[in-house]
Each structure stands twice: as structure tokens, then as C-alpha cells.
């Protein structure tokens, strides 16, 4: 499980005077990005193979508040690889000062060929970058389908 501390910033804060929705995006987001730098893929490795992360969905289910003053710790757990790794499931869980599980997460993404601008697996190069990270008891090996699972049409006006 990848452990990454954040302190809580006045610009974290919303009109309740707590931890704001999209600080927990945000939160999410830089420890995800944390991570794929740790495995080496940084801005350069993803230009180099002109790839880049995208988001399907994020649900997020909230227990307790978090407020300044206090660190929090998000988490990261891989729950769900393709075979090419084209689409990824990750779990995040976010944790007070005292250890309580004040929120959770939910995650489903992909890797863009940000040429063709379309969905893409990863090349044999950094597909073995992902064959031996630690996966989370429950991992399942995803399929199309899988990203599908909550799919929803646009609607136009």
C-alpha cells in the first residue's frame, strides 16, 4: 500500500470550515501522480511514449470531517490491472491524525495515446514496470467491460 501525508491548507478549506470536496481530488490526484513517479513515470517517460492518465470516475464516500491544523494520510491500492494495462482501478482511503478512516475512494482510469487521442495499453517497457507492483487483496484483472460498469451516455440540451 503506497502511504503519501498531506497538511491541510487554508486553501483547502470550504465555506464549513472543513476539508472541501475538491481537496480530496486533489489530494487523490497528487498521490496517484506520487506514486507513477516512484515507478518512473514521470513527464518525460510519459511525452517520450506520448501517453498520459485519464479518469473514468472517482466515487467518493465520506465518514468524518477533516480541519485544519491536523496532517492527513491518503493511501493507494492497486485493485484492478488489464492484461496491458490499458485500464487500472485504484482504492484510496483517507486517514486522520488519530488513524480514523475518514473517507474512501474508488477510482477507474486509463492510459490515453495522446497522439491518437484514444484509449491505449502500455508498451512492453513499462508494462513490466507494472508486472511487479504490489496488488491489493481483491485485485481482479479488468476487462472493457469492467470499465463500463457505470457507464453513462451524454445528454444533449
Not at 510519459?46 to 470531517?65: C, L, S
Request: hydrophobic share 40%.
Amino acid at each position: 500500500m503506497y502511504i503519501k501525508e498531506f497538511e491541510i491548507r487554508w486553501s483547502d478549506i470550504d465555506a464549513n470550515r472543513h476539508l472541501a470536496n475538491s481537496a480530496y481530488i486533489n489530494f487523490m490526484s497528487h498521490t496517484r501522480m506520487a506514486y507513477l513517479l516512484e515507478l518512473g513515470f514521470d513527464h518525460r517517460t510519459m511525452a517520450t511514449h506520448e501517453i498520459g492518465p485519464v479518469v473514468f470516475y472517482e466515487h467518493v464516500y465520506y465518514f468524518k470531517e477533516a480541519f485544519p491544523g491536523k496532517p492527513i494520510k491518503v493511501t493507494l491500492e492497486i485493485m484492478g490491472l488489464s492484461e496491458d494495462c490499458k485500464f487500472f482501478e485504484f482504492h484510496h482511503n483517507f486517514y486522520n491524525h488519530k488513524g480514523e478512516n475518514i473517507a474512501r475512494c474508488e477510482m477507474m482510469g486509463a492510459w490515453m495515446d495522446l497522439k491518437a487521442r484514444k484509449l491505449t495499453g502500455l508498451t512492453n517497457e513499462l508494462l513490466a514496470t507494472f508486472s511487479g507492483v504490489e496488488k491489493a487483496e481483491g485485485f481482479k484483472v479488468l476487462s472493457k467491460e469492467d470499465s463500463r460498469k457505470f457507464a453513462r451516455l451524454p445528454k444533449n440540451l
